[in-house]
Structures are given as structure tokens and as C-alpha cells.
DNA sequence: ACAATTTCGGACTTTTTTGTCCTATATTAC
DNA sequence: GTAATATAGGACAAAAAAGTCCGAAATTGT
């Protein structure tokens, strides 16, 4: 459980600007919240169940697994656009990079001492 | 060769917007234009020479291919993100469709029926 | 040279996105 | 129950992006 007081000042990133993102991503159900002393944030599941498609879907949404990569609304399978069938091959891809990884193991590999140096 | 005018009354778009946007493809190189009488908008290139990638090269810009893909600055071969090395396959894999595709053959593609049906 | 036509480029407006702040509500400890 | 502390959510402000318009400059044909 942390409060935007404190991981404002870990991030060093404005309190009104953090807590606004926390409570977009409470909403979106990747956190939970609680008020009053002691409240903070915390995530919503184990964070070796919340995949980077988790937050992928959270942010910017994942129209990309069904959306014509070219912008053509009418490219299906039966009237597939020029690139229909590579996209799909690279698509799934990016899915499976995706749903393949968690936060716990990324969290993990952050501690390395070389991301620490650059990273805030 | 195409004047804005003629071009704006096939796709329906509004004049001056898609005089911006020619005008931006001109500044980019994709096209060239002449002022005048008989004056208009033409490719920059022969169309089989004009691939994807240089589309989305002036539309997006082509930063995916060398930023990491989850953010980091640090990000290197030496120093890898937890997704480092799956996605540079991935990455080589869109540039090769991107690359690999040139608006002529797009073109003869599109002429086909069913999308003359939905597309504008 | 002149009139007509076309792109050019900047100014301006509108819309969307991003960021800030304030009050209300919930929770805790005493 | 009261005081202190935390998030919730909407109002507001600022910034960025998208879209519109207009006068200037170039080119053509007569």
C-alpha cells in the first residue's frame, strides 16, 4: 500500500499529476484504492498475473488485434488488404510478447544496478 | 498530375484540409507539386519506389525502430529490457513488411470491387 | 502585360488532450 | 464524535493538435 505523497516524491513527479494517473489506472482495475490513514494504492492482482497486455489495454487500448493494420475497415480474411496475412503472423507476435511476460519478472530485472543509474 | 480540387471532390474531404496534407507530403518529399494553370500534385517517385515504410516514415516518423519498445533510454543490447531481444525480431518483421510493399502494387490490390464497395 | 488558376505558408479558430486544483467523501485512531 | 489523513471526482487552465481561411507568389495561356 503506498500513497501519492510518497511515491510522488520517490518519482519526483508532481502529486496532483501521479494522482490523477492512479486513480485512471484504479478505474481501470490494474489497482485498488483505499482512503483515509494508512489508504494508499496497491495493485489490483499478484503482480505476476498483471501482464504488460494488462497495461497496454489499460493505456492505449489493444484496437490493434482487430483493427486493419492498413486503416481499411473492410479488410477481413474473405477481402484481406496487401499486408492482411504478414500482419497477422506479426500481430500475434506482439500478443504473445505481451501476454508472455508480467510485472513481477520485469520489476525484477528493473533492480539491476545498470537501470538504477539512468532510470528516476 | 492532380489539383486539389479534383482530388478533394473524389474522396469528399474538405478543400483546405487536404491541401495541408499534400502540401506537408510535398514538404516530406512524397510528392511533388507544380503552381500554375495545369498545376497540381504529383508523385515524388515513381509509385513502385514509394514503399510503406516511407508513408509511415512521413505520417508517424520510424522511431519504433530504434526506441525500446517499453520506454527505458537505457535499453541496449548490453543492457537489455525484459523484452529486448523479442522484439527487435518483431520490429525487423514490420520493417520488412513495410519495406517490402510499394503503393503500386497497393494500388492494383485496391482496385479490386470489393473495396470500391466500402471505400471512398 | 494581363487575367485566370494553382500551390504556399502563415494566421487564426476549434477541438482534444494534458495537467492542476479544490471540495467532497471515506477511513482511521484516539 | 472529532480531528487528521487519504482518495474521488469534477471544475478549471494550459498546451497541443487538428482544421480553416486568406493573402502572396508562381505559372500558364492569350
Redesign the pocket.
Known sequence: M??????AKKLD?????L??I??DL??KGLLT?????????ALGMPAKDITLFHIVEAIDGVGFTNRCVLGFPECSGKNPCAVHEQWAGLRDGIYQMLVGRNIAEIAKEMRKPEYRAVAR
Chains 1, 2 share one sequence.
Open positions: 503506498t500513497s501519492i505523497k510518497e511515491l513527479i508532481p502529486y496532483h499529476f494522482a490523477k492512479l486513480q484504479v478505474y484504492s483505499q482512503k483515509g490513514p494508512t489508504g494508499g494504492f
